[in-house]
């Protein structure tokens, strides 16, 4: 990881994004990006930044390599999650590949794993596979600078650039506090990063510095992140030992008297599912709270599933029904592959 320059930059901070961005770029952009010195934003910004601690001349190097990308505005538009059904989304995480490596990272971080699981209550396995989805275990973190992204998302984009800027605003704080330099971190179109693909504020509040080396590393640093995950979760309420989902049975058609699919805490009962059609498998409380699940399948089947409080909590993650059963299915298939393997 690339630590910070120490050079104060001599650019105006009026100017910030608007000096580095490339002459290709100039007919795309917004009338706004091409003449950044009167965007009063971002010399608000800056001014709350310097109040809490942060050097101004650091700022203004920092701002003065950020560019504008219509890229990332255009990339926010298209996230599968919102486009592809359950069997086109699970293939794109399912594959045999990433379970063989996803089996060979438990073995690599076991006692990590193992630690990670003993402190926070959550599986190896699961916290394995959303690092495997999320950046292929460390191999595919982003492509994008985060700086680049985040300062775009906050300043251009048309519904979130108050969430975005929030998340900018973290994400200076950051490469500040452990002197990195933040042209050099790369990540997400969103601005998500490292490992794990934590955003900023996400960053700020559930990393650990797992290896007790005085950095909470997420970049770099595999022990990190998988201590991090498994913060993240424990926060958010996972239970240990506690269930995933259930298979269920139901009719060829959706019942439309049931709400499927939430991404909120389970507001259901076991029996007030079965009493529209949707049944569990195996025996449950009929008392148990639960959401209830249905998933396409590419020859046109409905596969019915009740998904449990840990099932939710993954979707505290990433806000997606789709998300959270394709980490579930490759932690089951990386935990069948690992015990294949010895």
């Not at 003993?118 to 396995?125: A, F, I, M, R, S």
């Not at 985040?150 to 994400?171: I, K, M, N």
């Not at 998988?226 to 058609?253: C, K, L, T």
């Not at 979707?315 to 393997?341: C, D, F, G, K, P």
Request: with cysteine.
């Amino acid at each position: 990881m690339k630590r910070a320059r120490n050079k104060a930059g001599s650019y105006l901070v009026a100017a910030l994004i608007a000096c580095s961005m490339p002459a290709a770029f100039a007919e795309e952009q917004p009338a706004e990006a091409v003449d950044l010195q009167k965007n009063e934003r971002t010399q608000v910004l800056v001014d709350e930044l310097i109040a809490q601690g942060i050097p101004e001349a650091w700022l203004r190097d920092a701002f003065s390599h950020a560019a504008y990308s219509q890229e990332v505005l255009d990339a926010m538009e298209g996230a599968a999650e919102r486009r592809l059904r359950w069997y086109e989304y699970r293939d794109i995480f399912l594959t045999q590949q990433r379970i063989e490596e996803g089996a060979a990272f438990m073995q690599t971080h076991a006692d990590t794993l193992a630690r990670a699981e003993d402190v926070y209550g959550v599986p190896g396995n699961v916290i394995t596979a959303i690092i495997g989805v999320e950046t292929y275990y460390g191999r595919h973190k982003g492509r994008h600078r985060v700086l680049d992204s985040l300062a775009t998302l906050a300043f251009y984009h048309p519904s979130r650039g108050d969430f975005f800027r929030g998340e900018l605003a973290a994400f200076l704080q950051i490469a500040y506090e452990q002197q990195v330099d933040p042209a050099e971190l790369y990540g997400s179109y969103a601005g998500a990063m490292g490992y794990p693909q934590f955003i900023p504020t996400s960053y700020q509040a559930y990393a650990v510095d797992f290896d007790d080396d005085g950095l909470r590393d997420l970049w770099e640093n595999p022990v990190d992140a998988i201590g991090s995950v498994a913060n993240y979760f424990a926060v958010h309420g996972w239970q240990r030992d506690g269930a995933i989902y259930h298979e269920a049975s139901g009719p060829d058609e959706a019942p439309e008297t049931l709400t499927f699919n939430q991404t909120s805490a389970p507001n259901i009962t076991v029996a007030d599912a079965a009493a529209e059609g949707v049944e569990s498998q195996q025996v449950l409380d009929g008392s148990l709270p639960v959401i209830p699940l249905v998933f396409e399948m590419d020859d046109g089947r409905m596969r019915y599933r009740l998904g449990e409080n840990n099932f939710y909590v993954i979707t505290r993650y990433n806000h997606s029904h789709l998300y959270a059963m394709a980490v579930t299915e490759l932690a089951e298939a990386i935990q069948n592959q690992a015990e294949e393997q010895g």
